[in-house]
């Protein structure tokens, strides 16, 4: 009671309406915001914050949020678009770009860089890509048979430079031309390593109605838009009849000391 007699003894008529003029702003601040967040309730379909919640994030703490650098800001030229059907940028700790390990050592011929590369065509996703495959290098575990199939190559721009850290998601049918639809057999992505270079381990892929031999992949540069392709055989009689089959996307064949086979291409992308 003293301190309240202190309080009302302290205070004039005068100060008390300089308190009051003073204190209206910060009222209906605390109204606005209060408002705002029902707002974003709203919007979200989310129910409303008990009030034991932590409280939103308020003017003074956004205020000190580090401005983006200009690096952080996305290009304009050159987005990165992530289709909403695609997913193939890893989320697990356990599929950060540069742990791939290489399934088979193969030896790749240089990049012929004399002459002018030439970037790899797009071509149809096809009905039978699925995002979040896993992370690895060979596709081969129990239950796949077919010949054995080494792919290799390089990751490099137009300017013929590899691209280190780049994204490479495979999927194939199997020796009998079907596709994994239920789970991730024949299906695995990867990185390349510090010169450009990838190598998947994996089998033959089998014919089915209506298509050529051909093994789909997408390929994505760092912070780079995704290159969507189809990799086809020499040799194959449906070549002749399919109806999106591309010359330039012709594997380099070669047979492999001790059994299988290897086919090499070189992905070029346009940055
Ligand atoms: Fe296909």
Known sequence: MKVKKQFRA????????????????AFALAACGEQATSTVAAITGAPPSPTTAPAAPTLAATATQPI????????????APMPTTVAP??????????????????????????????????????????????ERASLI???????KLVVAGYVLSTDCKPVKNALLDFWQADTNGQYDLQGFKLRGHQYTDENGRFSLETVVPGL??????????????PNQSILTTQLYFPNEARNQTDRIFNQTLLLQMQDVTGGGKQGNYNFVLSI
């Open 10 to 25: 302290g205070v004039s008529r005068r100060k008390f309406v300089q308190l009051a003029l003073v204190m209206s702003p």
């Open 68 to 79: 983006p650098t200009a690096t952080q800001v996305v290009p304009t030229t050159a987005p």
């Open 89 to 134: 940028v890893p989320t697990t700790a356990a599929s950060v770009p540069g742990t791939t390990q290489r399934a088979t050592q193969v030896l790749l011929p240089t990049p012929n860089c004399t002459s002018k590369v030439v970037k790899t065509i797009a071509e149809e996703e096809g009905p039978y890509f699925k995002p979040t495959s896993p």
């Open 141 to 147: 575990e129990t239950g796949i048979g077919g010949t």
């Open 208 to 221: 089915y109605p209506g298509r050529t031999r051909h093994i789909h992949v997408k390929v994505q540069a």
